[in-house]
């Protein structure tokens, strides 16, 4: 499987407080990658 690593943006300011995918781990378009507390 080819792995691509993309940047991402956040459409909120804050602090990560958990990380919800792990280190390779397949996503999908629209799944939560993080919890941030504004």
């Given at each position: ?30 799944q ?7």
């Open positions: 499987a080819m792995k691509l690593m993309n940047e991402i943006e956040s459409k909120v300011s804050g602090r990560v407080i958990r990380v919800l995918a792990e280190n390779g781990q397949p996503v999908e378009y629209g939560p990658l993080f919890l941030v507390e504004p």
